[in-house]
């Protein structure tokens, strides 16, 4: 099944909905990244989230999402845009954790439960707009929550999901966030409770290998959904070796002429997919000369 992003309201606008199956975009990322069970399922979610939040910008918008906690995996950061183009790491892709007393992937743990979520929208080129919220469990769906509750005044239920296999490959992923517009009443919020509870955990639901669309239809058929749009989202980087190469710049001639030296040349390597890009000792040495020449 292909991974699929729907946009849509229900309730008479009262309700939006985003819900994705992601299962392709965080297996493409697990093995980019070569990540380990607790650390796949830790940038999964994000990921998910990110390509959820990302369909609620504008075209060239993007939004970046970080999660500073205090466990092993260290920083996990997350990009989506509206196109469905998502990337994203963690920091220390190759932690283990003994599972949680229920035999669950112990995220919480990885991520740890002192720290923070930070939410950034690229407006284009005109602004850039950061709210902050402190994590709550480490779990991302309940912190994530608890940012749209607490910096962006918007009452949310968020469910993010990943399954990874014995092997440690990446079954299903997925997810959705549900959120109370303004107008929206207290038989309505009691309805979706009960939909909500109806749909169970995220992880048994992805299981059943249902689509978007059902999960959509399952959620909120009471509430009368109407679809927006949908599309796939994808694992994208867009990174180039100008790119890199500009990051390399950055170190000024001085470290570039070390490196030429002392490795012959220079390895960068793209945080958020791990592509690796070679310079040659020339290419050092042109920088260089164009350099001390201005
Ligand atoms: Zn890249």
Redesign the pocket.
Known sequence: MRDELIRATADQGRIRFIGARTTHLVSTAQQKHQTWPVASAALGRTLTAAALMGSMLKAEDRVTLRILGDGPLGAIVAQGDAKGQV?GYVQNPTIELPPTPEGKLDVGRGVGKEGHLHVTRDLGLKDTFTGTSALVSGEIAEDLTHYFFTSEQTPSAVALGVLIDVDGSVLKAGGYILQLMPGADDETIDLLEQCIARLGPISKYLAAGKSTKEMMEDLLGELDPKVLNSYEPEFY???DRERLSTLLKSFGPDELADMRREQGGAEAI??????KYQFSADELLAWEQEMRET
């Open positions: 990337r980087c867009g990174c793209c945080h958020f997919c791990s592509e």
